[in-house]
């Protein structure tokens, strides 16, 4: 069964450092989501793209980080620099529509620490 | 702005019912989701229902939909200890119909 893939799982960075998390969607999915879920929180949308273009980012703390994907296939997000308050687990998901019901499906997180 | 409520933890006894109940704002919702999230893991969904409907089964999963109270439910029957996990609700509203989702409930499943 095809999954959402990203990496690294986890990551451990220093304040200030730039960190970058990667996320493979299901093939074919036009649709990409980032989150972030916070210890014993929901999860909570920082950026959705279509294909290659961003329909939402108003969540997103433009000041330090940035997403993009580029060829509307694979996805980048980065926070530069990183703050304490980012640790969190960071969560992609690519969605399909079928019979008018999108689905999203989620890949396995990666749990940053900052310290 | 979406706003969604959940209890934070719940234990039941294997092979009793576990129902986790979940409260929203936004009465444009067109969807409503309940996932399942693993210790490290991701989420998966279990099961959905549309925002006209009142009630659907699917296997041991029951959703009910009290729309006019805007309270959303997830029935498991006969609940397994693989059932523990920390489960969410959601729903899709609005312009972007985004999905907001709730803070979680933890269901704890004692042998």
């Known amino acids: 069964e095809a999954e959402v893939a990203q990496s690294p799982r986890y990551k451990i960075t220093e304040k200030s450092q730039a960190v970058a998390f990667w996320c493979d969607p299901i093939s074919g999915h036009a649709t990409l989501y980032w989150y972030r879920q916070i210890l014993g929180q929901g999860p909570e949308l920082l950026v959705q793209f279509q294909d290659e273009s961003v329909v939402d980012d108003s969540q997103l703390p433009k000041d330090r980080f940035s997403a993009e994907r580029l060829k509307g296939v694979d996805s980048t997000l980065k926070i530069q620099p990183a703050e304490l308050g980012d640790s969190a687990m960071y969560l992609c998901?690519?969605?399909?529509?079928?019979?008018?019901?999108?689905?999203?499906?989620f890949g396995p997180g990666t749990r940053l620490l900052v310290l | 702005g979406e706003d969604v409520e959940q209890s934070l933890f719940l234990s039941v006894r294997e092979g009793d019912s576990s129902v986790i109940n979940c409260t929203y704002t936004d009465s444009s919702s067109t969807y409503l989701y309940w996932y399942k999230q693993e210790p490290g893991a991701g989420l998966q969904l279990l099961t959905y229902?549309?925002?006209?409907?009142d009630m659907k089964q699917d296997q041991r999963l029951t959703v009910l939909l009290n729309k006019k109270d805007k309270h959303l439910s997830l029935r498991i029957a006969d609940t397994q200890t693989g059932d523990s996990a920390i489960y969410f609700c959601a729903e899709k509203a609005g312009g972007y119909q985004k999905v907001t989702f709730g803070t979680g409930t933890k269901l704890q499943v004692i042998p």
């Open positions: 998901a690519s969605s399909s529509t079928l019979r008018g019901m999108e689905t999203q499906y």
């Open positions: 229902i549309f925002s006209n409907m």
